[in-house]
């Protein structure tokens, strides 16, 4: 069966099959600044809202089907994940990326521009099955597909492929916290990003706390509470970013020195909220 499930906008769950929306889960969350600014804006969190959203998103883009485009060079965040990791594979500061992508699961990919187009547009996958042209179009453009057969989700074999492809500095998304140790524990210089965090406990942010590098805030207020005070540095205040280390810092400046817009600096005690956060934080 061709069944993909993510949660987006507001920890929604979402089903798609043959590319098409077939159930949608209730929101824990009403509002979310970053929502508004999406192509397909979503103001007001509604399972309505949020089915013509990705169903947008499987329209313009191909999200969870063959038609899937899989590079980008938009920029739709500022310190977003895929943007961050897209900057530091361009400067060559990291050899690989590991991240998640519809239709084919872990993947290693080299290139910034597929880092985001498969990253900037794509909510928190849960589960994927393969999509053999997806799988295939990874490949030629020199990716890696860690479970061509299965799609699985399991950072730590990406790990694993892109070590044995001699890819020795990495960057590794994860939503699950225990992959984050398990990564650390393997690979200590891997730098972690934790990313679509609505929802996590108490015990989950502590472990990305202890484990990740940079941590997305999202609408968590756990991850606000438990990482934002150990921050050595901030992105963002309304949805903010937690760098939580050097690695995940110089990840951040790198950014920094890419964006062409101009930046506010300032010192402060961390973490700084601000005005416009999602509401409620879960």
Do not use: W
């Given at each position: 069966?061709?069944?993909?499930?993510?949660?987006?906008?507001?920890?929604?769950?979402?089903?798609i099959?043959?590319?098409?929306?077939?159930?949608?889960?209730?929101?824990?969350?009403?509002?979310c600044?970053?929502?508004?600014?999406?192509?397909?804006?979503?103001?007001e969190?509604?399972?309505?809202?949020?089915?013509?959203?990705?169903?947008?998103?499987?329209?313009?883009?191909?999200?969870?089907?063959?038609?899937?485009?899989?590079?980008?060079?938009?920029?739709?965040?500022?310190?977003?994940?895929?943007?961050?990791?897209s900057?530091?594979?361009?400067?060559?500061?990291?050899?690989?990326?590991?991240?998640?992508?519809?239709?084919?699961?872990?993947?290693?990919?080299?290139?910034?521009?597929?880092?985001?187009?498969?990253g900037g547009?794509?909510?928190?996958?849960?589960?994927?099955?393969?999509?053999?042209?997806?799988?295939?179009?990874?490949?030629?453009?020199?990716?890696?597909?860690?479970?061509?057969?299965?799609?699985?989700?399991?950072?730590?074999?990406g790990?694993?492929?892109?070590k044995?492809?001699?890819?020795?500095?990495?960057?590794?998304?994860?939503?699950?916290?225990?992959?984050?140790?398990?990564?650390?524990?393997?690979?200590?210089d891997?730098?972690i990003?934790?990313?679509?965090?609505?929802?996590y406990?108490?015990?989950?942010?502590?472990?990305?706390?202890?484990?990740?590098?940079i941590?997305?805030?999202?609408?968590?207020?756990?991850?606000?509470?438990?990482?934002?005070?150990?921050?050595?540095?901030?992105?963002?205040?309304?949805?903010?970013?937690?760098?939580?280390?050097?690695?995940?810092?110089?990840?951040?400046?790198?950014?920094?020195?890419?964006?062409?817009?101009?930046?506010?600096?300032?010192h402060?005690?961390?973490?700084?909220?601000?005005?416009?956060?999602?509401?409620?934080?879960?």
């Amino acid at each position: 069966m061709d069944e993909h499930i993510i949660e987006a906008v507001g920890k929604c769950r979402i089903v798609i099959r043959d590319g098409r929306v077939v159930d949608v889960g209730m929101p824990r969350i009403s509002s979310c600044p970053l929502a508004r600014r999406f192509a397909c804006p979503v103001d007001e969190i509604t399972p309505e809202a949020v089915r013509d959203n990705v169903q947008n998103r499987i329209d313009s883009f191909g999200m969870c089907t063959p038609l899937r485009e899989l590079t980008s060079e938009e920029i739709f965040v500022g310190f977003g994940a895929s943007e961050v990791i897209s900057t530091s594979l361009k400067s060559r500061f990291i050899d690989a990326a590991v991240i998640a992508c519809d239709g084919a699961g872990t993947v290693v990919v080299t290139r910034p521009d597929m880092a985001q187009g498969i990253g900037g547009r794509m909510s928190g996958l849960i589960r994927t099955t393969p999509i053999p042209e997806v799988i295939n179009r990874i490949i030629e453009g020199g990716g890696i597909v860690a479970d061509p057969l299965n799609a699985s989700l399991d950072p730590l074999a990406g790990v694993l492929a892109a070590k044995n492809a001699g890819h020795e500095h990495l960057v590794v998304t994860i939503h699950d916290p225990e992959d984050a140790k398990r990564v650390r524990e393997h690979d200590p210089d891997a730098i972690i990003i934790a990313v679509h965090t609505t929802g996590y406990s108490a015990g989950d942010a502590e472990m990305v706390r202890q484990y990740a590098d940079i941590v997305t805030a999202c609408a968590s207020g756990t991850v606000r509470e438990i990482c934002g005070p150990y921050a050595v540095l901030q992105a963002g205040s309304s949805v903010p970013v937690y760098v939580l280390t050097p690695a995940g810092k110089h990840l951040i400046l790198l950014r920094m020195a890419a964006i062409d817009y101009p930046l506010f600096t300032t010192h402060a005690d961390l973490p700084v909220s601000g005005e416009r956060c999602p509401k409620p934080l879960v």
